[in-house]
């Protein structure tokens, strides 16, 4: 079990002094958290370090195209009421974030992990985790991230002969194709309202029939498992069939499913669902997303939004107009540097609402929303667009690095 560490030998010890030591200079410079440069330093010194600072600990991996911050939080909320956690909270999700997250956890029962998809084969390798959660899988990032059917891909084969248990998303083709290859396998019923990236089957690439919230693939019988947990309007529903109100302070069909996943996962490590639901109620935001800041006289809620699935879930978010909604996207490295994405994202539904457009890509999101006939104006900046709002709430709505811009400005 975990819990009992063995000591890290010298120079397991050697590399966390200097990573804690780089990520404080990255810290005093104004660069951040320093989580990642520390972590890149340590990982120089000692390339076991990851396998090192996580043998103690219980580990939960959490990987998806979206919600996987988000869901992360709420699973190390519930986790807490067993033990101590450890967990890459600000999303640094990659094995350098991961290992600075990891060192500092020598107390910790339980690792809660965020994992980047296109790294979760090799984090598994290093931390053999007792439990996966798979969200989803959807286009991101086009011009580096590989296809959809190809992450799966890698997916599947990562988890073929995992001692972990595998806690997956039920109406996602492409996470119930990856997850298959598993031994142990929680199916939760978690939805998907993005569904342009599962319409042919994965396993065969033969036509997917979506009657109702069911599907299979007409041509080789691939289909979807019958779930033991499931989403329900308010409501979990476990596997003995006894409903559990979901207690959250954060918006949302989506953070609904991210919640029931949790549920699953909390109980695979002994958390009623009842103690795990109340225990994330604590959570009000994430890294800032649904955070409600006063600025100019307004109340400007930050929603993120990195791809089109995202965006489709955010808008759901939205009230009715004629709310204000500032749109913000830039294409800069951490985003993806192609925005061709943003064609496939149904603007219409912003119809009525006061739209203000800012980010370095602006002009491109203005292009978008003409030819989707959505009244628009172009801003020079946040500034400008909250004060071309009347007094009152705006939704806010940005793609990852016009996210961290926003909160410079209109945050604490």
Same mark, same amino acid.
């Given at each position: 079990?975990?819990?009992?560490?063995?000591?890290?030998?010298?120079?397991?010890?050697?590399?966390?002094?200097?990573?804690?030591?780089?990520?404080?200079?990255?810290?005093?410079?104004?660069?951040?958290?320093?989580?990642?440069?520390?972590?890149?330093?340590?990982?120089?010194?000692?390339?076991?370090?990851?396998?090192?600072?996580?043998?103690?600990?219980?580990?939960?991996?959490?990987?998806?195209?979206?919600?996987?911050?988000?869901?992360?939080?709420?699973?190390?909320?519930?986790?807490?009421?067993?033990?101590?956690?450890?967990?890459?909270?600000?999303?640094?999700?990659?094995?350098?974030?991961?290992?600075?997250?990891?060192?500092?956890?020598?107390?910790?029962?339980?690792?809660?992990?965020?994992?980047?998809?296109?790294?979760?084969?090799?984090?598994?390798?290093?931390?053999?985790?007792?439990?996966?959660?798979?969200?989803?899988?959807?286009?991101?990032?086009?011009?580096?991230?590989?296809?959809?059917?190809? @992450?799966?891909? %890698?997916?599947?084969?990562?988890?073929?002969? =995992?001692? &972990?248990? !595998?806690? #997956?998303?039920?109406?996602? $083709?492409?996470?119930?194709?990856?997850?298959?290859?598993?031994?142990?396998?929680?199916?939760?019923?978690?939805?998907?309202?993005?569904?342009?990236?599962?319409?042919?089957?994965?396993?065969?690439?033969?036509?997917?029939?979506?009657?109702?919230?069911?599907?299979?693939?007409?041509?080789?019988?691939?289909?979807?498992?019958?779930?033991?947990?499931?989403?329900?309007?308010?409501?979990?529903?476990?596997?003995?069939?006894?409903?559990?109100?979901?207690?959250?302070? @954060?918006?949302? %069909?989506?953070?609904?499913?991210?919640?029931? =996943?949790? &549920?699953? !996962?909390? #109980?695979?490590?002994?958390? $009623?669902?009842?103690?795990?639901?109340?225990?994330?109620?604590?959570?009000?935001?994430?890294?800032?997303?649904?955070?409600?800041?006063?600025?100019?006289?307004?109340?400007?809620?930050?929603?993120?939004?990195?791809?089109?699935?995202?965006?489709?879930?955010?808008?759901?978010?939205?009230?009715?107009?004629?709310?204000?909604?500032?749109?913000?996207?830039?294409?800069?490295?951490?985003?993806?540097?192609?925005?061709?994405?943003?064609?496939?994202?149904?603007?219409?539904?912003?119809?009525?609402?006061?739209?203000?457009?800012?980010?370095?890509?602006?002009?491109?999101? #203005?292009?978008?929303?003409?030819?989707?006939?959505?009244?628009?104006?172009?801003?020079?900046?946040?500034?400008?667009?909250?004060?071309?709002?009347?007094?009152?709430?705006?939704?806010?709505?940005?793609?990852?690095?016009?996210?961290?811009?926003?909160?410079?400005?209109?945050?604490?």
């Amino acid at each position: 079990m975990a819990g009992n560490q063995e000591p890290l030998s010298p120079r397991a010890k050697l590399a966390v002094t200097a990573g804690k030591a780089a990520a404080a200079v990255s810290r005093a410079a104004g660069r951040g958290s320093g989580s990642v440069i520390g972590g890149k330093v340590a990982l120089r010194l000692d390339p076991d370090l990851l396998a090192q600072v996580a043998h103690h600990l219980d580990v939960v991996l959490v990987s998806a195209t979206n919600g996987k911050t988000t869901t992360t939080r709420l699973i190390a909320e519930a986790l807490r009421a067993n033990g101590g956690v450890v967990s890459n909270a600000l999303g640094a999700n990659m094995p350098a974030g991961i290992t600075s997250a990891l060192a500092g956890g020598s107390e910790a029962q339980y690792g809660v992990i965020e994992v980047d998809e296109k790294y979760l084969d090799g984090v598994a390798r290093d931390v053999t985790p007792k439990a996966i959660a798979l969200l989803n899988l959807s286009r991101d990032q086009l011009d580096r991230a590989a296809e959809t059917r190809m @992450l799966a891909e %890698r997916w599947r084969e990562g988890l073929s002969g =995992t001692k &972990a248990v !595998v806690i #997956a998303n039920a109406d996602d $083709p492409l996470v119930v194709w990856a997850a298959s290859s598993a031994p142990n396998v929680v199916w939760v019923a978690a939805g998907q309202e993005w569904k342009d990236d599962a319409w042919s089957c994965p396993a065969c690439g033969g036509v997917m029939q979506r009657p109702d919230d069911d599907w299979f693939c007409g041509e080789c019988g691939f289909r979807r498992p019958t779930p033991s947990w499931a989403l329900s309007g308010d409501e979990v529903l476990d596997p003995h069939g006894s409903a559990w109100p979901i207690k959250l302070q @954060l918006p949302g %069909r989506a953070n609904k499913a991210n919640a029931t =996943t949790s &549920a699953a !996962v909390a #109980a695979a490590f002994g958390v $009623p669902p009842q103690t795990a639901l109340e225990r994330m109620h604590a959570v009000t935001a994430v890294a800032g997303r649904y955070d409600v800041v006063s600025y100019r006289g307004r109340e400007v809620r930050l929603l993120l939004a990195k791809n089109p699935a995202g965006w489709l879930e955010t808008f759901s978010l939205i009230d009715a107009p004629p709310a204000p909604v500032i749109l913000s996207v830039n294409a800069r490295g951490a985003d993806g540097t192609d925005t061709s994405w943003l064609w496939d994202v149904d603007y219409g539904r912003l119809a009525g609402h006061p739209i203000r457009v800012i980010g370095d890509r602006k002009l491109d999101l #203005a292009v978008r929303l003409e030819v989707a006939g959505v009244d628009f104006q172009v801003c020079e900046s946040a500034a400008e667009a909250v004060s071309a709002c009347p007094p009152g709430r705006i939704e806010a709505i940005a793609n990852y690095t016009a996210f961290q811009d926003l909160r410079r400005v209109v945050g604490n």
